[in-house]
């Protein structure tokens, strides 16, 4: 989360600490602040244990980052530099996995496969998954099956008068047999 959100749920909470002050219990506040009712009993209950200060932000959550913004910004370069450059020729794809790897050899650190892939959102890159081919994958039979073969097997579809997939249950009451259960309910 942002700092700004951290500060916006902060002054909510210390809206509701307001509130309560007031006397005004938690499913009021609640309504008034367009919150959950969970959330503001919550928070009554920690304001009436912990006063004030403990509905106040206590900074984000998580681990802190391992890399400093330094080499935050050092990544990033290695990243624009592509996956080549840093020993991976067979594709131009940076994985998490790969980015793991770099992080590892350049900085030292070891970071998993989502911690990866959560740092390189961090920097404004996304990990990409590799397309698998057969390696005798023969583009031209793909194309030409798709092109005779596969128009003969899909057929044509639903004829455009149906109106439920159902074959036990119509899709309307105009399209029941008069004789048929309920017909005579009208």
């Excluded at 916006?8 to 006397?23: D, K, P």
């Excluded at 367009?34 to 009993?41: G, P, W």
């Excluded at 020729?89 to 892939?117: C, M, N, P």
């Excluded at 596969?150 to 105009?174: C, F, I, L, M």
Aim: aromatic share 6%; glycine share 10%.
């Amino acid at each position: 989360m942002t700092p700004a959100g951290r500060r916006r749920r902060e002054t909510v909470r210390l809206q509701a600490a307001e509130l309560f002050e007031q006397q005004i219990k938690p499913s009021e506040v609640a309504r008034r602040l367009r919150v959950s009712v969970k959330s503001a009993y919550q928070w009554h209950q920690v304001w009436r244990d912990d006063g004030v200060q403990a509905l106040a932000s206590r900074g984000p959550s998580g681990s802190r980052c391992r890399l400093s913004p330094r080499c935050l910004e050092k990544l990033a370069a290695y990243l624009e530099q592509g996956p080549a450059a840093h020993g991976w020729v067979e594709d131009q794809v940076w994985t998490a996995s790969r980015v793991a790897t770099l992080i590892g050899r350049k900085f030292h650190v070891t970071y998993s496969v989502s911690g990866a892939t959560r740092l390189m959102h961090r920097i404004g890159f996304t990990p990409q998954v590799p397309a698998r081919r057969v390696a005798e994958r023969d583009e031209q039979a793909v194309t030409t099956w798709k092109e005779a073969t596969w128009a003969e097997v899909k057929g044509r579809g639903r004829p455009a008068g149906a109106t439920s997939a159902s074959r036990t249950k119509p899709g309307s009451p105009a399209g029941r047999p008069g004789d048929g259960p309920g017909a005579d309910a009208e």
